[in-house]
């Protein structure tokens, strides 16, 4: 299987940190993204590569956007698997929460995707209590985002909240 194949040189080329290398860690996080899809990964790979997609979506520059983007996605794909549920809410809160509150519209996907994953996760019971505690304010503020683009966050944050209620 590819992952396996791959896992020690796409978390190498994920954690790149060299401005001449950002594309190289860009390529690896979208691959990771990529191989995030396929169910039989989704444990394994939460588990390799949770401390390089937890920073990677925590990446402030502009020039990281695209970094950051995939390793969100990536974040989104694996909360789909029910053993990743309540570790990835322990592991990913505060960068989830924080990338729900983005504000640039050059970040609107950056922030639809940690809806995304925090909707996912709200599935989890165990979830519920702790991320009304964390997320509530992103939850209601990004359920009151008025813009035709934003809709897809309006949409993760209500059946989100929906979830918790």
Same mark, same amino acid.
């Given at each position: 299987?590819?992952?396996?194949?791959?896992?020690?040189?796409?978390?190498? %080329?994920? @954690?790149? !940190?060299?401005?001449?290398?950002?594309?190289?860690?860009?390529? &690896?996080? *979208?691959?990771?993204?990529?191989? =995030?899809?396929?169910?039989?990964?989704?444990?394994?790979?939460?588990?390799?590569?949770?401390?390089?997609?937890?920073?990677?979506?925590?990446?402030?520059?502009?020039?990281?956007?695209?970094?950051?983007?995939?390793?969100?996605?990536?974040?989104?794909?694996?909360?789909?698997?029910?053993?990743?549920?309540?570790?990835?809410?322990? %592991?990913? @809160?505060? !960068?989830?929460?924080?990338?729900?509150?983005?504000?640039?519209? &050059?970040? *609107?996907?950056?922030?639809?995707? =940690?809806?995304?994953?925090?909707?996912?996760?709200?599935?989890?019971?165990?979830?519920?209590?702790?991320?009304?505690?964390?997320?509530?304010?992103?939850?209601?503020?990004?359920?009151?985002?008025?813009?035709?683009?934003?809709?897809?966050?309006?949409?993760?944050?209500?059946?989100?909240?929906?979830?918790?209620?």
């Amino acid at each position: 299987p590819m992952w396996i194949a791959t896992q020690a040189a796409l978390v190498t %080329a994920s @954690q790149l !940190a060299s401005p001449a290398d950002r594309t190289c860690r860009e390529y &690896a996080l *979208r691959s990771l993204f990529n191989l =995030a899809t396929t169910g039989a990964n989704m444990r394994p790979m939460w588990i390799a590569t949770q401390a390089v997609l937890i920073s990677a979506s925590e990446l402030a520059s502009p020039a990281d956007r695209n970094c950051r983007e995939h390793a969100i996605r990536s974040l989104v794909n694996l909360t789909v698997n029910d053993a990743n549920e309540r570790p990835m809410w322990i %592991a990913t @809160q505060e !960068a989830l929460v924080t990338a729900s509150q983005l504000t640039s519209s &050059a970040d *609107r996907m950056c922030r639809e995707y =940690a809806l995304h994953a925090l909707f996912n996760l709200s599935y989890n019971e165990a979830n519920r209590g702790p991320m009304w505690i964390a997320a509530q304010a992103a939850l209601v503020t990004a359920s009151q985002l008025a813009s035709p683009a934003d809709r897809a966050c309006r949409e993760y944050a209500l059946e989100t909240l929906a979830n918790l209620s």
